[in-house]
């Protein structure tokens, strides 16, 4: 027997959240727990038969281990065909441009994304759509809730899937084509910017340190930045993926991105440093003793897109996530584009990219992307800024100035406060939210509250609602904060609280001694040290 029904029971805890499954490694190794969620993937989306899927991940531990067993159902589910990354590997971005170049019936991502990664981290499994992107809440729903009465999966048990060969091969009827992971995603960024410009650059002298963290974009980094670039060979560090990351946390911040930032921060700084994280969707940029916000950088990528070839057209209108500072709606402003808010997830960019409502995108979360996947994506990040530094000739902080001096400066900061118990969390959430109706109006020392509420979002493209997201408190002035529970961490709450105050004059502040007041008023308002016992953040962004 090559296919056979494996009898299973449900496991409660398959809830998608932010971005698709995340649990701990050994969670997903324990007997069907993967299978059963793959199967409810497969049946959620109204089966697989005679469709072709993507897979592929991130390479941390059990990547290659969950890839196998995922063409193994798909071909016992009826696929038509699987086209998975080279030993089992594919870069978030790079899923999802395969998935819409290929015209596919969509792909199963592997990731934890910035997560460690070990067989005690974190493991993560996604579905996206044919259009490349997320699957919306409606059709993760629907995979929530096989997984509450699955009794069976289909698994292929026979043949050989040979993961490190590139090439076609079968699996029963189905077809397997195994793709080198970088070869696409390169032809897709030539398309998108000027290469011969960015390299001459490079060849004057701009020096750049890739920090791939032991993670995903090492090949693509060291494949655009290294060979087709020409920046030195070693300019590209820590660019083997390694199943543990090598011990690092690879998300791309100035906390867990530290030795890169000590670098940047140092004497002999090169001109320009980035990262990016486990899957390679987010990116953080630093110019020499200049860290650029997550915020700043989709603005001074909206004031400069066209200069970049598959932008020059102009953009269609720009979208960032409710948390993420203003700084982007004042360029649409400026350049006259529509600005839309929508909630954290990527998932909700995915409609207004669809509808042609906007090509640019970003959140504070160290995402950055545009309409050419449906992912965020760091590798496209820094090459629209080494696309910018090319044609502007100036350098990050150069850049940085400018853009404060003709915008104003949206200082910015988000204080994560992480692993508070669950239940300690929520209270504190539920407290806020009884008192939100009351605060309108109420002074805190110079601050005087001007709206708060609990954050709702109206797709304007399918009319859905997502309630719940985020509580924001908006103060006379323009200054805010917000607060919301991440969705997705393994373990525990973690609390994030973003803060933001718009000034005008002064560009040269500490960001935290800028938002000292709001920081404060935030902490008396939210009562974080009552509930969680916690007074100080785990990791400031
Ligand atoms: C992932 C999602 C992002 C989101 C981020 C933070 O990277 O793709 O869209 O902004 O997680 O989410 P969290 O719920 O942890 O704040
Ligand atoms: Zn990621």
């Known amino acids: 027997m090559t296919l056979t029904s494996v009898q299973t029971a449900p496991f409660m805890d398959q809830k998608p959240g932010t971005s698709g499954l995340r649990k701990k490694t050994r969670v997903f190794m324990e007997d069907h727990y993967l299978e059963n969620f793959v199967q409810a993937i497969f049946e959620g989306i109204g089966g697989v038969k005679g469709k072709t899927l993507v897979v592929g991940g991130d390479g941390r531990f059990y990547n290659d281990r969950a890839t196998e067993i995922i063409v193994r159902m798909a071909a016992a589910n009826g696929a038509a065909k699987v086209v998975a990354g080279q030993n089992g590997l594919l870069s978030t971005p790079a899923a999802s441009h395969l998935i819409r170049s290929l015209k596919t019936d969509g ?30 809440e409606n059709v993760t729903n629907a995979i929530f809730e096989v997984t509450k009465s699955i009794t069976s999966y289909k698994m292929y048990q026979g043949g050989t899937v040979d993961l490190g060969a590139v090439g076609y091969s079968a699996l029963g009827d189905m077809q397997v084509e195994i793709v080198d992971p970088v ?21 004057e002298g701009t020096d750049i340190r890739f920090d791939a963290m ?53 004497e002999a700084a090169p001109a320009f440093g980035c990262a990016s994280d486990g899957d390679g969707d987010r990116n953080m940029i630093v110019g020499p003793k200049c860290y650029v916000s997550p915020s700043d950088s989709l603005a001074v990528i909206a004031a400069n897109a066209t200069v970049a070839p598959g932008y020059a057209q102009g953009l269609k209108g720009v979208a960032r996530s409710m948390p993420t500072s203003a700084a982007v709606d004042r360029v649409a402003d400026a350049l006259g584009l529509e600005c ?103 002074s805190f020392e110079d601050l005087v509250v001007e709206t708060a509420d609990d954050y709702s979002y109206l797709d304007p493209v399918d009319g859905s609602t997502s309630a719940h997201q985020g509580v924001r408190v908006v103060f006379k002035g323009g200054a805010r904060f917000v607060v919301r529970l991440s969705g997705t961490g393994t373990s525990g709450a973690t609390l994030r609280l973003y803060v933001e105050k718009l000034d005008l004059k002064n560009f040269d502040q500490d960001p935290q001694t800028a938002l000292a007041d709001v920081i404060a008023v935030a902490h008396k308002i939210v009562q974080i040290e009552q509930f969680s016992g916690r007074s100080t953040p785990d990791v400031i962004t």
């Open 107 to 136: 792909g199963i991502i592997l990731s934890a994304s910035h997560n460690p990664g070990g067989i005690d981290e974190d493991f993560g499994i996604k579905f996206n759509m044919p259009n490349g992107g997320p699957a919306p």
């Open 183 to 203: 070869t696409a995603y390169v032809d897709l960024m030539q398309s998108l910017f000027d290469f011969a410009a960015i390299k001459k650059m490079i060849s």
């Open 214 to 266: 032991n993670a995903i974009t090492g090949p693509y980094a060291s494949a655009i930045i290294e060979d087709l670039l020409g920046a030195q060979k070693g300019s590209v560090v820590h660019g083997t993926p390694l199943p543990d990351f090598g011990g690092m946390h690879p998300d791309p911040n100035p906390t867990w991105a530290h030795e890169l930032m000590d670098e940047m921060m140092g």
């Open 340 to 442: 839309y808010e929508t909630p954290t997830g990527w998932k909700f960019f995915g409609n207004l990219m669809d509808d042609g409502r906007v090509s640019l995108c970003g959140e504070e979360s160290f995402g950055t992307g545009s309409d050419h996947v449906r992912e965020k994506d760091g590798v496209w990040a820094v090459l629209m800024w080494l696309n910018i530094m090319a044609h502007t000739g100036k350098s990050v902080p150069e850049l940085m100035q400018d853009h404060w001096a003709k915008f104003g400066r949206n200082y910015y900061s988000r204080h994560d406060f992480e692993a508070i118990e669950s239940d300690k969390a929520d209270a504190m959430i539920a407290n806020l939210r009884s008192k939100l109706s009351d605060l309108s109006g109420q």
